[in-house]
């Protein structure tokens, strides 16, 4: 695995996971599937940036609940993770970062609410953890580290990996709408 440097310690792995097809229809507001299980809070509205942030944790994937939808989501989540860990495991070794304990992911949707440029959202500012993986859902995304004027443009299947505080804090960003899922190592 020979990952795309794009700074010190931060790193961007290409095609390390896929997505059913379905997958963006299913997590949408409108679909069918009880989406309300998982719950969505705001973590940025359209008068701080251009955009809403939604964040909807996933750790009701390991409980024992018996449910379609959260099933579904099960059989997505679990071969990304399998998947990323590789990448992690790598990603650690070469940075010399002793593992740690691995939390659950979020599920984060940023949609962009108006014709600036692009929308930008705050993903993490000095947050406890190693290190902080970063996968891209949709077709395009993007992560922003202004402490050290970096943006790294992502696509389905990518994993972005960074220290989990200052000065790799970083946003996360938009040109319309885009999914990410995110988890901390601490």
Known sequence: MIPDSRGPLVSLYDNIFRIPDDLVEK??????????LIQYFTGADASETNALSE???????????????????RGVIGPIEQDANESLDDYLTVQGIKGGQTNNYDLIRITKLSEATRSVVLGNRLQEGLVAEI????????????????????????VVYAPGGFPYEHQLCSDNQTTYLKRLIR
Do not use: K
């Open 27 to 36: 997590i949408s507001r409108e679909a069918d599937g009880d989406w309300s």
């Open 55 to 73: 964040c909807g944790p996933l750790a009701l994937l390991r409980t024992e609940m018996n449910d379609s939808f959260v099933d579904y989501m």
């Open 135 to 158: 996968c891209c859902l949709s077709d395009r995304g993007a992560v922003h580290f202004p402490s050290i004027d970096e943006t790294v443009e992502m696509s389905c299947g990518q």
